[in-house]
């Protein structure tokens, strides 16, 4: 934040908010490094709010069916969130969004600092961290153990508010 902060003052993104910052460094693909400061404070902000203490277990509700509709089942949703994070080479982040056109759930995988939010196609509900960071001091190298895990943190409750705002 401290580095963004210092890359927008004086300059006209002073005064907008981080989506836009981001939004507008992304320089049609070929991100800046205030791109890269706006969107990892988005995303590791949009990251830490899909988690809580005591959360886990499996959503409920609109979102429940909803991954049954699009996935076939909360299992075979789990598989292709877990592949897209276990298969995003180096650094990135595993996203769970609602397409804007059709309104179904889609799982996608994304480099760097790179969001669905940049393509305007679809709108996160859930992300993974799969930078080495989010993991490393608990499991090492080993990714699929951080995956697994993550399973157990994933606050279905703020999904599913994010997930309404969608469907609206």
Request: some cysteine.
């Given at each position: 934040m401290n580095n963004l902060n210092g890359q927008i003052k004086d300059t006209d993104m002073?005064?907008?908010?981080?989506?836009?910052?981001?939004?507008?460094?992304?320089?049609n693909g070929s991100p800046t490094p205030t791109f890269n400061n706006a969107a990892q404070v988005l995303n590791h902000t949009f990251f830490w709010e899909s988690m809580a203490p005591n959360a886990g277990g499996k959503p409920t509700g609109d979102l429940a069916a909803a991954i049954d509709r699009d996935f076939g089942s909360f299992d075979e949703f789990k598989a292709q969130f877990?592949?897209?994070?276990?298969?995003?080479?180096?650094?990135?982040?595993?996203?769970?969004?609602?397409n804007n056109e059709t309104k179904k759930l889609e799982v996608s995988k994304t480099a760097n600092a790179e969001n669905p939010?940049?393509?305007?196609?679809?709108?996160?509900?859930?992300?993974?961290?799969?930078?080495?960071?989010?993991y490393y001091i608990d499991v090492r190298n080993r990714r699929p153990d951080y995956i697994a895990s993550f399973f157990d943190l994933i606050n279905w409750n703020a999904?599913?508010?994010?997930?309404?705002?969608?469907?609206?």
């Amino acid at each position: 934040m401290n580095n963004l902060n210092g890359q927008i003052k004086d300059t006209d993104m002073d005064s907008m908010d981080v989506v836009e910052i981001m939004n507008k460094s992304w320089n049609n693909g070929s991100p800046t490094p205030t791109f890269n400061n706006a969107a990892q404070v988005l995303n590791h902000t949009f990251f830490w709010e899909s988690m809580a203490p005591n959360a886990g277990g499996k959503p409920t509700g609109d979102l429940a069916a909803a991954i049954d509709r699009d996935f076939g089942s909360f299992d075979e949703f789990k598989a292709q969130f877990s592949a897209a994070g276990a298969t995003q080479f180096g650094s990135g982040w595993a996203w769970l969004s609602v397409n804007n056109e059709t309104k179904k759930l889609e799982v996608s995988k994304t480099a760097n600092a790179e969001n669905p939010w940049v393509y305007g196609t679809a709108t996160p509900i859930l992300t993974m961290d799969v930078w080495e960071h989010a993991y490393y001091i608990d499991v090492r190298n080993r990714r699929p153990d951080y995956i697994a895990s993550f399973f157990d943190l994933i606050n279905w409750n703020a999904v599913a508010d994010r997930y309404a705002k969608c469907i609206i």
